[in-house]
């Protein structure tokens, strides 16, 4: 099981990092522009295998990303601190440009994960692309990394495990996501009447406190170290795991209808991609604010 990583930055290694850790597959190349940097990476992590999995890790140019199963999209540039991940979109637009027909000859059989933001842009950009040449798979790691954080911040309050609490952000992978409340449950209940059922007040301050903490996390984290990196980095591996080995899992990933832009639903993920997209009860505020948030997309898409 092969896996491609284009882009050796912070979040390229740091997936491909936590691919090793995870034994998410048996080999792995990282390309970069820099072949200096994606030697010194792939070079850096291939000596973990020792203390975790015998994966295979080397570096190259496109023409090593031939048998990959799964091709993570990691090149760009970064989110700086104080800007949208819309504002990246003209600059990491033309880096894709460049950079996916060459995946795509070198790899014409692997499902492509983007990875780069402003993400739903991107993986629609990505899509445009391969339209006219090939019906590759294309997805975007979308909102898995918010409900991952949404998921945390409720167990904390709640004092569970994150992976006991199911509940989804869905739409644009950015400033207009949408927590989609009405779908929360622990154990089966509804969020409202476990939490009830603990002494725990759930009202809109609650809400308010950990919607503004889930949408707020990245320019936290990018305003206290300059770039988030392990979060998105075990979710691109989650991500990848479900693609090689056919788990279809249901993540919120990023994907395209036809004719449409990416944005983010839960979605079964298997070995060819997005197999099936499960759309979620909402109430009538939530149903608004995701079309409100897939309208965000297609006004950026719209410059592309």
């Not at 707020?216 to 693609?243: F, H, P």
Request: proline share 4%; with cysteine.
């Amino acid at each position: 099981m092969k896996v491609g990583v284009v882009g050796a930055g912070l979040v390229g290694a740091t997936a491909a990092f936590a691919m090793v850790l995870r034994g998410s597959c048996s080999e792995l190349v990282m390309v970069d522009k820099n072949e200096q940097r994606a030697e010194a990476e792939a070079a850096d992590i291939a000596h973990a295998a020792p203390m975790s999995h015998a994966v295979r890790v080397s570096s190259g140019g496109y023409e090593q990303l031939s048998g990959a199963r799964v091709v993570v999209l990691a090149a760009g540039v970064n989110q700086k601190p104080g800007e949208s991940r819309l504002d990246l979109l003209a600059r990491n637009a033309a880096v894709f440009r460049e950079v996916v027909p060459q995946v795509a000859r070198a790899a014409p059989d692997a499902v492509l994960l983007v990875a780069t933001n402003p993400v739903d842009v991107l993986t629609t950009l990505t899509a445009r692309l391969l339209a006219h040449s090939s019906a590759q798979p294309v997805i975007g790691s979308g909102t898995v990394l918010d409900s991952a954080r949404f998921r945390s911040l409720l167990a904390g309050r709640s004092r569970l495990d994150p992976q006991n609490v199911h509940g989804y952000v869905i739409g644009e992978h950015g400033d207009s996501e949408v927590l989609a409340w009405s779908g929360v449950s622990v154990a089966g209940q509804p969020l409202g009447e476990f939490l009830e059922g603990r002494g725990i007040l759930f009202d809109d301050v609650f809400r308010s406190e950990i919607d503004a903490a889930v949408r707020g996390a990245a320019a936290k984290i990018i305003g206290g170290k300059q770039a988030t990196y392990y979060g998105i980095g075990a979710a691109l591996a989650r991500i990848t795991e479900a693609v090689l080995r056919d788990r279809r899992s249901v993540l919120t990933v990023s994907a395209a209808a036809s004719g449409d832009v990416a944005y983010s639903l839960p979605r079964v993920v298997g070995g060819a991609g997005v197999l099936e997209t499960l759309m979620p009860k909402l109430d009538a505020p939530e149903q608004e604010a995701l079309e409100r948030s897939v309208a965000v997309i297609r006004a950026a898409a719209a410059h592309l």
